[in-house]
């Protein structure tokens, strides 16, 4: 698979927003979770979207891995956040912003969307720590997600949270701004915490709200600590990780692999094909 190049020029500046959390309540409401869309033979664009040191970069990591194995050939691949460039360290050919300052960081956002839609490719897109780009965007065009699905990419929005109710900060301000595809996955990443710390998530409004309208609730298993400090500090990657970190690193990553292929398996046809 060979990952997109996207390049532009610098755009003007626009004032970012900030993040919103929906409040508490304290009786919980019981939602049935529906099917997943099918976008079977669609392209897509994933927004993987989270507070920073929440897990969307492993997350991304292995959707890379994932749509190479499922012989993808071309892929755009871009990490958002202007501070946090480890996904580099990777994945070769990440487009980035070229500069820190908000306003240029959403501007080179709405030009990747537009590389994406008219060059007809696939992406994903790991939008970094708070999603103020993301945010910023949809202050001047609340109607994103329609108009990509309306031009022949279907947005899927993937929000990474922990046990931390302020963790759904950015699936409030998305969701409050009307970007809300389809295609929603609610991902809780059991490396925060156990299965039973996330009842907290689940009686929130924010998280009724986008399971209620069609949103998608998925787990994402913990990788053994020590293992995934080393995939960490090395640089590997997962499916190499056999060859390079001996008997004991191979078992816990294979499981890994094994239980997030489970896990996701709701959600493949909204893989790139």
């Known amino acids: 698979m060979s990952i997109i190049q996207f390049n532009r020029s610098s755009r003007p500046s626009f004032p970012a927003a900030k993040l919103a959390l929906a409040p508490d309540v304290s009786t919980p409401t019981v939602v049935e979770r529906p099917a997943a869309v099918d976008l079977t033979g669609k392209r897509k664009v994933w927004f993987i979207i989270g507070r920073g040191r929440i897990g969307k970069t492993t997350l991304t990591r292995w959707l890379v891995e994932t749509i190479e194995g499922r012989g993808v050939e071309k892929l755009v691949v871009a990490a958002v956040d202007p501070v946090n460039r480890t996904l580099r360290n990777f994945v070769e050919g990440v487009a980035e912003p070229p500069s820190a300052d908000p306003s240029e960081v959403k501007d080179w956002l709405w030009d990747l969307l537009q590389h994406v839609e008219h060059g007809k490719l696939n992406a994903l897109i790991d939008l970094g720590g708070g999603d103020t780009a993301l945010s910023a965007l949809l202050r001047e065009t609340p ?52 299965r039973e710390k996330f009842d907290p998530i689940f009686v929130h409004p924010t998280f009724q709200a986008a399971i209620g309208r069609g949103g998608v609730q998925l787990w994402m298993p913990i990788l053994t600590p020590d293992v995934a400090h080393r995939c960490d500090a090395e640089g590997w990657q997962y499916r190499n990780v056999r060859h390079l970190g001996g008997p004991f690193a191979a078992s816990a990553v294979h499981n890994w692999l094994r239980r997030m292929g489970d896990e996701f398996a709701p959600v493949q046809s909204w893989l790139p094909e």
């Not at 022949?152 to 969701?175: F, K, N, R, Y």
């Not at 389809?182 to 925060?192: C, F, I, P, Q, S």
Request: hydrophobic letters at 40%; a negative charge.
């Open 143 to 194: 109607d994103l997600a329609g108009m990509l699905s309306e031009n022949g990419v279907e947005p899927v929005a993937v929000h990474v949270v922990g046990t931390d109710q302020h963790d759904l900060s950015p699936l409030a301000l998305t969701e409050s701004q009307g970007f809300q595809p389809k295609a929603t996955a609610v991902v809780l990443n059991e490396g925060l915490g156990r």
